[in-house]
């Protein structure tokens, strides 16, 4: 059984930092390719950040919205995938959930999902 427990949200101001953590279980952690998507009020989930599985390299893919102030890591010891959120913006609002992907070819979400964390920065 796959789950998937976001947490890290908060309220922030324009500016500031949070570091989203994920802990995930149910797949095979270190080489499963992970995401996170984030959703604002009246809009689609859209992915921002990915990491690919642990072999020789590690890939990771960035959204242009949050490229240059996120950064996404994982700990396979702990099963636990990271958004380090920095330079926090007002259109960053949204609530934030991690996911297993397809692949690093197709960075789709397989499809589960966990009950998010939400995210608002004031300006």
């Known amino acids: 059984q796959v789950q998937l427990v976001e947490s890290g949200g908060g309220l922030v101001q324009a500016g500031g930092s949070l570091r989203l953590s994920c802990a995930a279980s149910?797949?095979?952690?270190?080489?499963?390719?992970m995401g996170w998507f984030r959703q604002a009020p009246g809009k689609e989930r859209a992915l921002i950040a990915a990491i690919s599985g642990t072999f020789v390299t590690t890939y990771t893919y960035y959204a242009d919205s949050v490229k240059g102030r996120f950064t996404i890591s994982r700990d396979n010891v702990k099963n636990t995938v990271y958004l380090q959120m920095n330079s926090l913006k007002p259109e960053d609002t949204a609530v934030y959930y991690c996911?297993?992907?397809?692949?690093?070819?197709?960075?789709?979400?397989?499809?589960?999902w966990g009950q998010g964390t939400q995210v608002t920065v004031s300006s």
């Open positions: 996911t297993f992907l397809k692949g690093w070819g197709d960075r789709s979400a397989l499809g589960y």
């Open positions: 149910g797949r095979t952690f270190s080489t499963s390719a």
